[in-house]
Every structure is written in C-alpha cells, then in structure tokens.
C-alpha cells in the first residue's frame, strides 16, 4: 500500500492550497480516511477525517470552518482545501488510511510521506 501526498507549498497568510493524496496497492473506498500534520518540534496532530461514503465528516477544532475534506473513491483518492490559512497552521501533512474497519476515525495503519505547508506571514 502507498499513499502518495501532493500540492503542498509556500503560501501567504490568508491564502488557500489543496491537498491530494492518491493511494494505490488496495482500495479503501469502503474505508475512512483522514489527514494529520506534524509542525515542527510538536507532535503529529489529527486535522480531519471523512467517512467511507463521504456523509461525514470530521475537523479538529483549529481547522473547522476553514479546512474541508473530500474524496473521489472512483480515483481512490482524498483531497484536503484549506483556505484562510495562518502561520500556525505551517506543519508537514499526511495523508492516512486503516487497515481494518474501525470505530475510530483517528486510528490508521497506513500513512503517506507527507507534503510540507509553509505558511508566512
């Protein structure tokens, strides 16, 4: 299983990217999927997670309102907008799937090699 994480970069504070992470090796159309991100000297954090058929959704407090989660299933692939960014949101992002089906959308087996988000002011 990959995960293959895109469309990082370097952005003004109040700017908007779009992540993309496509996965390959088995489909995880019947499964959540969720991204996390890790800033520097801190821990990996979660930031949002999107149920299997898309009808929910999941945000950490700091991102609500401002980052949305989607997915294609057909592209087995999961995409992260995030607009009105801040500085504090500068952090390396990944991508995640699980292995089993669970009944905790932060818990994944499989993580992608993360894209970095540089965030200025």
């Known amino acids: 299983v990959q995960l293959q994480a895109s469309g990082g970069g370097l952005v003004q504070a109040g700017g908007s990217l779009r992540l993309s992470c496509a996965a390959s090796?088995?489909?995880?159309?019947?499964?959540?999927l969720g991204w996390f991100r890790q800033a520097p000297g801190k821990e990996r954090e979660f930031v949002a997670a999107?149920?299997?058929?898309?009808?929910?959704?999941y945000y950490a407090d700091s991102v609500k309102g401002r980052f949305t989660i989607s997915r294609d299933n057909a592209q087995n692939a999961v995409f992260l907008q995030m607009n009105s960014l801040k500085p504090e949101d500068t952090a390396v992002y990944y991508c995640a799937a699980p292995r089993f089906r669970y009944n905790d959308y932060r818990k994944y087996d499989y993580w992608g090699q993360g894209t970095l988000v540089t965030v200025s002011t």
């Open positions: 090796g088995r489909s995880f159309s019947s499964y959540a």
């Open positions: 999107i149920t299997w058929s898309a009808a929910g959704t």
